[in-house]
């Protein structure tokens, strides 16, 4: 059973649609919910880190927000420089050793 | 800048010859990880080293291998790869270990090619 599941799996925008990106999780006592942006044969960039429900964060045309069971990625008037493939992880608390458990990740495409 | 670096880029092996991936750090952080992601697919973890404590996931197989000489290096042996072993190789860092939220950083990663 996955524990951290992305939609959609694939997303394809036009330069300026802005759009949303899910996360959702099954995880207990997350101790942490952190954000990638990954570029075809690179490794994962990281982007943000959300501890807890109701806390937001921006960078540029990003906003990451979190509630309970789930978290979103929002991209406002993307670019075609954001393409790229977006994971989710989430870290677990509650007698792990805090290892993160990733999401499959949204591969999103912005066409000009 | 203080980076997570992976050596080579690119490694071409053969069917059942061993091979090693190297990883260096210049962040001083305590634990150091490797992934393998195969293509379109989530990193999966392999292990993990806390300073000198090694960590391995319960459905690694036998077959992978690791070192950590010192803080800053780590390496990823694979004793006989098969074909199934082609993916990319991620290593990543992290200041501590089970700290709340503790971030990890990745490396450009280590595409592995088995002919």
């Known amino acids: 059973e996955d524990q951290v599941t992305q939609s959609p799996e694939a997303l394809r925008l036009q330069e300026g649609e802005s759009s949303s990106l899910n996360c959702s999780y099954t995880?207990?006592?997350?101790?942490?919910l952190f954000w990638y942006r990954q570029d075809p044969g690179k490794g994962p960039e990281f982007l943000f880190t959300?501890?807890?429900a109701g806390e937001e964060k921006e960078k540029e045309r990003l906003k990451a927000t979190l509630t309970k069971k789930e978290s979103f990625l929002h991209i406002t008037a993307p670019k075609p420089e954001d393409s790229a493939t977006y994971l989710c992880?989430?870290?677990?608390?509650?007698?792990?050793?805090?290892?993160?458990?990733f999401g499959k990740g949204t591969k999103l495409s912005v066409k000009p | 800048d203080a980076m997570v670096i992976q050596n080579p880029r690119y490694q071409v092996t053969q069917f059942g010859k061993p091979v090693t991936l190297s990883c260096s750090q210049t962040?001083?952080?305590?634990?150091m990880y490797w992934y393998q992601q195969k293509s379109s697919q989530a990193p999966k973890l392999l292990f993990h080293?806390?300073?000198?404590?090694?960590?391995n996931e319960a459905d690694t197989p036998d077959n992978f291998q690791s070192r950590r000489p010192n803080t800053s290096f780590c390496f990823l042996d694979i004793r006989s790869p098969g074909l199934g072993d082609a993916a990319m190789y991620l290593c990543?860092?992290?200041?501590?270990?089970?700290?709340?939220?503790?971030?990890?950083?990745f490396g450009p990663g280590t595409r592995l090619l088995v002919l």
């Open positions: 990543a860092t992290s200041r501590d270990l089970a700290s709340w939220g503790e971030t990890q950083y």
């Open positions: 995880v207990s006592g997350l101790r942490g």
């Open positions: 959300l501890y807890s």
């Open positions: 992880a989430v870290q677990e608390g509650e007698g792990s050793q805090g290892n993160l458990i």
């Open positions: 962040l001083n952080h305590n634990v």
């Open positions: 080293y806390y300073d000198k404590d090694f960590n």
